[in-house]
């Protein structure tokens, strides 16, 4: 095989009160990559479409994943990549990580699958670095695992999956403004009170076992934060409307998808989804800022060839 075409998805980290560690993947959304060896050493970037990104390797994410997957390989050919953009850069739904998970993953199975999820992680963690200015995982990891992801650790590196309920599905709403995740992680506070960390592990380790059970009413009462979005929901245009729009409409809960702009919301069942849907379409119709709504299912598959 020496040309592989890939779909590499949108996800959605943090998920409430999981700050760094918690995402899941979703099935709707998504890049497309087409990954081709060559004679030629190196990577190379020879297509971009859907928007105005570099084509120099070491300053596109997809080209820094790739050159550290490329750099500990050490293969003789080289490799072209195509990108196919179609989420959004500075969407909050991992428009940096799906690039940087296209690229190994593509060049992983036209090696022969040399390397494992885990380790697949830490070479996309390098080109996410580009992005956000730190190496963190938790849209990286329900990339290329699928489903819900724990980041345990990062150094070393340690991913936990966890179980998907089957009836869960998600609702995103991205208004069309640009939050920078370097941005976004500026304006968080250095220290929080120690009452604040009880709530919030609270509610992850009560979200992991709701996730384990498929306890939706569990889940639903420990989709909070109170560590990250009071700060981050500032940067969000009426995110306090669309959080109570959904949640008056039967969603489990509403969180900053990543570091936003974009909004999701979690729903038991794909009716419950369309009504959330429709529900903050027109709520956020009346404010006059461009917006895009998805309903789309969890995916448990991660990142995926399609040709």
């Given at each position: 095989?020496?040309e ?7 996800t959605?980290?943090?998920?409430s009160?999981?700050f760094?560690?918690?995402?899941f ?6 890049d497309?990559?087409v990954i ?11 297509r971009?479409e859907?928007y ?6 070491e300053?596109?994410?997809a080209?820094?994943s790739?050159?550290a ?7 003789d ?5 195509e990108?196919?953009?179609?989420i959004?850069?500075g969407?909050?739904i991992g ?9 190994v ?12 999820k885990?380790?697949l ?23 290329i ?10 150094a ?14 998600a ?5 069309q ?9 500026a ?24 996730l ?9 009462r420990?989709?909070?934060?109170v560590?990250v979005?009071?700060?981050r ?6 995110f306090?409307?669309?959080?109570q ?10 969180g ?10 979690l ?17 956020y ?7 895009v709504v ?12 399609i040709?």
């Amino acid at each position: 095989m020496n040309e592989i075409k890939i779909f590499s998805p949108a996800t959605v980290a943090n998920v409430s009160c999981g700050f760094d560690v918690l995402g899941f993947c979703l099935d709707t959304i998504g890049d497309e990559m087409v990954i081709r060896k060559t004679d030629k050493k190196g990577i190379h970037i020879t297509r971009i479409e859907g928007y105005d990104l570099p084509f120099e390797a070491e300053n596109n994410v997809a080209g820094v994943s790739a050159l550290a997957l490329f750099e500990d390989a050490q293969p003789d050919y080289g490799f072209e990549i195509e990108i196919y953009k179609n989420i959004k850069p500075g969407s909050g739904i991992g428009s940096s990580s799906a690039s940087a998970v296209g690229s190994v993953f593509g060049m992983n199975e036209l090696l022969g699958q040399p390397y494992n999820k885990t380790q697949l992680t830490n070479f996309a963690m390098k080109g996410e670095a580009l992005a956000s200015q730190c190496e963190h995982a938790d849209n990286i990891a329900p990339a290329i695992f699928g489903g819900f992801t724990l980041v345990k650790s990062v150094a070393p590196l340690e991913v936990l999956q966890l179980p998907t309920p089957k009836d869960l599905f998600a609702v995103i709403i991205h208004p069309q403004i640009e939050v920078k995740t370097s941005e976004s992680r500026a304006i968080l506070p250095k220290q929080i009170p120690l009452q604040d960390a009880i709530t919030q592990w609270s509610n992850v380790g009560s979200l992991v076992h709701a996730l384990h059970t498929s306890d939706y009413k569990l889940l639903s009462r420990s989709l909070t934060d109170v560590v990250v979005e009071p700060h981050r929901s500032k940067l969000i245009p009426h995110f306090d409307v669309i959080r109570q729009t959904a949640l008056d409409n039967g969603a489990l809960g509403c969180g900053i998808s990543g570091s936003g702009p974009s909004i999701f919301n979690l729903c038991y069942g794909h009716r419950n989804a369309k009504s959330v849907a429709k529900a903050i379409k027109k709520v956020y119709s009346k404010t006059g800022i461009p917006f895009v709504v998805y309903v789309s299912k969890i995916n448990t598959e991660g990142v995926k060839i399609i040709g």
